[in-house]
């Protein structure tokens, strides 16, 4: 099991400076990550929209997200469903039960470069979705929208010396590196351990956005959601 590339320059350049500017025009609709682990102040870590991970995925605050997420991104998501169900070979499209895709935000909140190190390899499973779906092969998906002139990445490993127990643990030698690229569709399984690579923000200007979204296969249709 391997992170693959869906499409190297899915999006645009016009099209990720777009997407840009309107995450930064919701500003007031992102989200701390609940599970920050990041000891610096100076990285910033939310999530777009608010809600995405809360705890009660109730009905109301899904729809509420998904009319915002739609007035701002919905030609995106229908580029999205149509490249996907291409490349999965099967129909697939959204559910209003379920969130649409969102965004992680990092940014250095300081001067002077930052550098967030944490890792937290785990699996894409959502068992607070449960009453909601019956879930078949999870398959997740990201698009980075901007990244540092560092670069970012994913960490993964399919060799079994990634567990519960050392999941925080500091890179180790079986862990593997997939590098990321500006627009690119990438995708890799849902039960493939991984985690976000390390990486560093030289000043204010730099950001790390990516597009995040999952897509549960069935054996005749697929559903994208968040």
């Not at 019956?134 to 901007?146: L, Q, R």
């Not at 993964?156 to 690229?181: L, M, Q």
């Not at 890799?188 to 730099?206: K, Q, R, T, V």
Request: aromatic share 12%; with cysteine.
């Amino acid at each position: 099991m391997e992170p693959k590339v869906i499409e190297n320059s899915f999006l645009a350049q016009e099209e990720l400076e777009d997407i840009k500017t309107k995450v930064f025009m919701l500003k007031d609709h992102w989200k701390p990550i609940s599970d920050q682990l990041e000891k610096s102040s100076q990285v910033v870590s939310k999530i777009l929209p608010a809600g995405a991970y809360s705890d009660y995925f109730s009905e109301k605050e899904i729809a509420n997200n998904n009319k915002l997420m739609f007035e701002n991104f919905g030609l995106y998501y229908e580029k999205i469903r149509n490249r996907l169900s291409k490349y999965f070979n099967v129909p697939i499209g959204y559910s209003g039960k379920l969130q649409f895709p969102g965004f992680h935000i990092f940014l250095n909140n300081g001067t002077s470069q930052v550098f967030k190190s944490n890792i937290n390899f785990h699996l894409d499973r959502f068992p607070k979705l449960d009453k909601l779906v019956v879930f078949g092969k999870i398959e997740s998906i990201i698009i980075p929208i901007t990244l540092p002139s560092s670069g970012g990445c994913l960490l993964y490993n399919s060799n079994g010396e990634r567990n519960a127990s050392n999941r925080y643990k500091p890179r180790i030698p079986s862990d593997k590196v997939f590098n990321y690229t500006l627009g690119m569709m990438t995708t890799w399984p849902g039960d493939l351990l991984h985690s976000i690579g390390p990486f560093s923000l030289m000043d204010s200007s730099e950001s790390r956005i990516t597009m995040q979204m999952h897509v549960n296969l069935q054996s005749n249709h697929g559903t994208i959601f968040w």
